[in-house]
């Protein structure tokens, strides 16, 4: 068994922290060969408008930083390129 560092989660639309317990939405969007999870609150998650493709390059991108910025630059650039 590998250790595997816990994600940082918080929704990735209005920023709450998604602390233990509190219920929430994990989605995922493909781009060509690779697919890209994002999390929100349930709130944010029953809003349509989040739904929109460029909201949820938004949503991707910025869990993505949460992680690094190089991995953010990382995707940022598979976005770009399966615009
Ligand atoms: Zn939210």
């Keep these: 068994m590998s ?3 816990p994600e940082p989660i918080a929704c990735d639309c209005c920023l709450m922290p998604l602390s233990y317990g509190r219920h929430y939405c994990r989605s995922e969007t493909r781009r060509g ?3 890209f ?3 929100l609150c ?3 998650a ?3 408008a989040n739904d ?3 909201q949820v390059d ?3 991108l910025r869990r993505a930083g949460r992680f690094s ?3 953010e630059t990382a995707v940022r650039s598979v976005l770009a390129v399966q615009a």
Aim: proline share 12%; net charge negative.
């Design 42 to 44: 349930l709130d944010c």
């Design 33 to 35: 060969p690779a697919t």
């Design 46 to 48: 029953s809003d349509e």
């Design 37 to 39: 999870p994002y999390t």
């Design 58 to 60: 938004v949503f991707v």
């Design 52 to 54: 929109a493709r460029s």
């Design 69 to 71: 910025p190089q991995w």
């Design 3 to 5: 250790y595997q560092q």
